[in-house]
């Protein structure tokens, strides 16, 4: 199984400052037929299902703001908020797609400072 | 709208059996992959396992293989996640999800809207 690991596990941020999320994974994700990244990440508020936010690990799906990027290759990930905004405040997963069983990182929450 | 409804809350003793659904509407259910995603309160997601209605292609994660079945009925468009004995481990809610691609796993980006199992003597 692909192991992901997140960090940190929770970060505070002031509002309008940078929020940086990195996700590690226990072996390539990047498949070099297509030289595609099998990894997305997701936004999960309290109460309610995940969010798709980023697939291909650089995709921004459509109407998610464009604060949100996602970086990375291989092995290693960023999930970047560049201006946190109130409603940002969720937990933040990576998860890889590359190979069966599907895997998630632990997740990341993210406050305001 | 594509969207995929759950059923209900269940409480239920150790040892009972269960089947929760997912009802997928919107879009061609046999060509979308349907995950299972487990969440236990407080934690963090896990996957289950996946199908493939049109043909009933089923994957499980290991960690739930032989726990679980996970099955489909194309004919009603309804996905089943399903115990035999249920355990007080196995409180959580419970998520099924579509890919956002057809036949693909790229990123679930329909998700239902959770199924909270309670297991409790």
């Known amino acids: 199984d692909i192991v992901m690991t997140q960090s940190p596990d929770s970060l505070a941020v002031s509002l309008g400052e940078r929020a940086t999320i990195n996700c590690k994974s226990s072996?390539?994700?990047?498949?070099?037929?297509?030289?595609?990244?099998?990894l997305t990440w997701y936004q999960q508020k309290p109460g309610q299902p995940p969010k798709l936010l980023i697939y291909?690990?650089?995709t921004r799906v459509s109407g998610v703001p464009d604060r949100f990027s996602g970086s990375g290759s291989g092995t290693d990930f960023t999930l970047t908020i560049s201006s946190l905004q109130a409603e940002d405040v969720a937990v933040y997963y990576c998860?890889?797609?590359?190979?069966?069983?599907?895997?998630f990182g632990g997740g990341t929450k993210v406050e305001i400072k | 709208e594509v969207q995929l409804v759950q059923s209900g809350a269940e409480v239920k003793k150790p040892g009972e059996s269960l089947k929760i659904s997912c009802k997928g509407s919107?879009?061609?259910?046999?060509?979308?992959?349907i995950a299972w995603v487990r969440q236990m309160p407080g934690k963090g997601l896990e996957w289950m396992g996946i199908?493939?209605?049109?043909?009933?292609?089923?994957t499980y994660s290991p960690s739930f293989q032989g726990q679980v079945t996970i099955s489909a009925d194309k004919s009603i468009s309804t996905a089943y996640l399903q115990w035999s004995s249920l355990k007080a481990s196995d409180t959580a809610m419970y998520y099924c999800?579509?890919?956002?691609?057809?036949?693909?796993?790229?990123?679930?980006?329909?998700w239902g809207q959770g199924t909270m199992v309670t297991v409790s003597s």
């Open positions: 999800a579509r890919p956002r691609a057809a036949g693909g796993h790229d990123g679930f980006d329909i």
């Open positions: 919107g879009y061609s259910f046999t060509t979308y992959w």
């Open positions: 199908i493939y209605p049109g043909d009933s292609d089923t």
């Open positions: 072996q390539t994700v990047l498949y070099t037929s297509n030289n595609k990244n099998y």
């Open positions: 291909w690990a650089s």
């Open positions: 998860q890889q797609y590359y190979s069966t069983p599907l895997t």
